[in-house]
RNA sequence: UGGCCGGUAGUUCAACUGGCAGAACGUCGGACUUUGGCUCCGGAUGUUGCAGGUUCGAGUCCUGCCCGGCCAGCCA
């Protein structure tokens, strides 16, 4: 697995790049290459966005273009400067640094109406005063033409006077539009007389009240593109009906220089979440997640909070490639990318999620032995740490069994284990409570082994991991699984929450963890051995969130013992 | 109901544009190992949606059908 960036060159150039390299061999934008990221501000970006960023950025890198980043801000309802500040910090997260200062549709404002009175002047658009029920009931179905407007016939004079009564303010909401003229029969609905602009008395975060009337996306779109000089338009797959319409508007103007073409490509699904910004609102209106940073969601803001590297992210878009296929990706996938990368970077820890309590009985009393670890055997520059050791330990519950199966190559009675960077250790009697629980495990350790390795050369199945009681720190932990029990939420017509996961989180309110872990810094993750990779909170020094657990082996002998009965 | 876009391994993508169907992740097995992690080695998995046709030869071209997605916002 290569992390670095996009398209390895190895790997053959999807169809987007192919046609891009096309372009800038044949030199039809005179060799120029130039992209776009054009998110509307009105809310967060998430792993869906982040494919559309990497290839953006980097389709334009890999030709030496540019690529800006561009607010889409045409509908002034639900648009605000916070989430356009918020977008831009995800993608400077992502690792990303779009060209110059980002741009706003609203920017063009001025030379869309512009566009807009010089397509009246061609007797290519006229003001409708039907209003929007009308409008969508005269449009037709697919299988019957619409029905053409009243005013569809409206002469150029009094169609430039309503367009300007309609810019000043002369009228209410909803009353009238300024539509295209192209064809009421047209198959592709969305030639059916488009809507251009809409009235909306309603203040906008960047232009305040400057303008009441607000172009639609496609009048907006290409134009802008035009505007900025893009060459290459890359949308997803929902567009391609549009791209009809968006040559259609380009076409009819005069272009400051060469035409933009869109190409579209397939959204980016996962398992087991969901990602459209419905969806995801509901989530959080309901309160079945904290807000736009819950570790659960697949919003950059929850990926990165999780512990998601921004690298395993871009390797993981490079990975999955771009397609005209409407897919979901297994989001063991992504993980399996967190996992590389985490593994090769992230410092090795110790900690205890459910402690059961050790004691050597042949260690001396009241002995520190401060044995010397690695921080990260992947990685020998990361150095070393010392970890205390005493007569009174805690281990993983799960490390433990009384009754042990088959294959379970653990501590339980009788049997030895090595301590990881400590000594063999044997456990000779277990304490039980009232209800047969196991309380305490009595054990002794072999003072020869204290190189990990027996002198007389005897092995261990097991190393375990331990942190010492009278040094272990309390930290709270927050275990993530599924959001959804469903691969697919809401395959079928089904509501998706009738798979939600109540169970998505769990908080462990008294784990122990080794001395060094007080100096994480906020939000770094490391890997608690054997368990997995855990991100310290951003605020909270005493809280982890485990990003994604480790591979284990252990745990799919269980789950395939337990399918097969 | 019409138009458009798709359909290749469990999943996501390849297949030099008509020439022996592959890769990654997953899975299974083995080696190694002071993490049941990592790393390394190996195996299995396909009626290329279906049926015809053209061709010496079809995943690729043609015809018909099936399935999925998108489109009837004054959302983007």
Redesign the pocket.
């Known amino acids: 697995?290569n992390e670095g960036s996009a398209g390895g060159a190895s790997?053959?150039l999807?169809?987007i790049r192919?046609q891009v390299q096309a372009d800038s061999a044949a030199g039809t934008f005179a060799g120029r290459v130039q992209t776009r990221f054009?998110?509307?501000p009105n809310g967060f970006l998430h792993i869906g966005h982040a494919k559309a960023v990497c290839l953006n950025f980097e389709v334009a890198a890999e030709h030496g273009g540019t690529c800006r980043l561009r607010f889409?801000d045409?509908?002034p309802?639900g648009e605000d400067v916070s989430y356009a500040q918020a977008i831009a910090e995800d993608i400077a997260w992502l690792g990303y640094e779009p060209d110059g200062p980002a741009v706003h549709a609203s920017d063009y404002f001025e030379q869309l109406y512009g566009w807009a009175e010089h397509l009246v002047g061609e007797g290519l658009a006229y003001v409708?005063d039907?209003?929007?029920e009308?409008?969508?009931a005269t449009?037709?179905?697919?299988?019957t033409p619409g029905i053409d407007s009243p005013c569809r016939d409206r002469s150029v004079e009094q169609n430039l006077g309503l367009l300007r009564d309609m810019r000043a303010g002369r009228f209410d909401?909803?009353?009238?539009?300024l539509r295209a003229k192209i064809d009421m029969a047209h198959?592709?609905?969305?030639m059916r007389d488009?809507?251009m602009y809409?009235?909306?008395h309603t203040g906008h975060f960047r232009t305040g009240d400057a303008w009441c009337i607000?172009?639609?996306?496609?009048w907006?779109?290409g134009q802008s593109d035009a505007i900025e000089g893009v060459t290459h338009s890359l949308c997803s797959?929902?567009?391609?009906?549009?791209r009809q319409l968006y040559d259609w508007y380009l076409e009819h103007l005069r272009l400051p220089g060469d035409r933009p073409r869109q190409y579209e490509f397939?959204r980016l699904n996962l398992t087991h979440t969901v990602t459209s910004k419905r969806r995801l609102s509901t989530l959080i209106d309901e309160e079945l997640v904290d807000g736009w940073d819950d570790p659960r969601l697949p919003t950059l803001r929850g990926l990165r909070r999780r512990g998601y590297p921004p690298e395993a992210i871009r390797a993981f878009c490079a990975?999955?490639?771009?397609?005209?296929?409407?897919?979901?990706?297994?989001i063991?996938?992504l993980e399996?990318f967190v996992?590389?990368h985490h593994?090769r970077h992230a410092l090795?820890r110790m900690a205890v999620l459910r402690p059961l309590e050790v004691v050597i009985d042949n260690w001396p009393q009241g002995r520190v032995e401060h044995r010397r670890a690695v921080n990260?055997?992947?990685d020998p520059s990361a150095g070393e740490r010392e970890v205390p050791f005493t007569g009174r330990l805690w281990i993983e519950r799960d490390d433990f069994m009384l009754d042990p199966p088959r294959?379970?190559?653990?501590l339980a009675p009788g049997r030895e284990v090595?301590?990881?960077?400590?000594y063999f250790l044997r456990c000779n009697d277990v304490e039980t409570g009232s209800a047969g629980e196991v309380v305490r495990l009595r054990c002794t350790y072999d003072p020869d082994t204290?190189?990990?390795?027996a002198p007389d050369g005897r092995k261990v199945?097991?190393?375990?991991?331990w942190v010492s009681a009278d040094h272990a720190a309390d930290a709270r932990v927050a275990l993530y699984g599924r959001l959804f029990t469903d691969p697919v939420p809401g395959a079928d017509g089904r509501d998706p929450l009738e798979s939600y996961n109540p169970a998505s989180c769990e908080l462990i309110t008294d784990a122990k963890v080794e001395p060094a872990l007080a100096g994480a810094g906020p939000g770094e993750v490391v890997?608690f051995?054997?368990?997995g990779y855990f991100a310290r909170d951003a605020e909270d020094a005493t809280l982890f969130h485990r990003t994604v657990g480790?591979?284990?082996?252990?745990?799919?002998?269980q789950k395939?013992r337990q399918q097969r009965s």
Do not use: C
């Open positions: 697995m790997r053959p999807d169809f192919e054009p998110p509307e889409d045409t509908n309802e409708d039907q209003d929007a009308t409008v969508s449009r037709g179905d697919f299988s909401d909803g009353s009238r539009v198959p592709n609905m969305l488009p809507v809409r009235i909306r607000y172009p639609t996306y496609d907006a779109h797959l929902e567009f391609d009906a549009h397939a990975h999955i490639g771009v397609a005209r296929v409407n897919g979901v990706h297994e063991e996938l399996s996992r590389t593994n090795r990260n055997p992947e294959k379970f190559y653990r090595r301590l990881r960077a400590g204290g190189s990990g390795q199945r097991a190393t375990i991991h890997q051995e054997r368990l480790l591979r284990d082996e252990w745990a799919n002998i395939r």
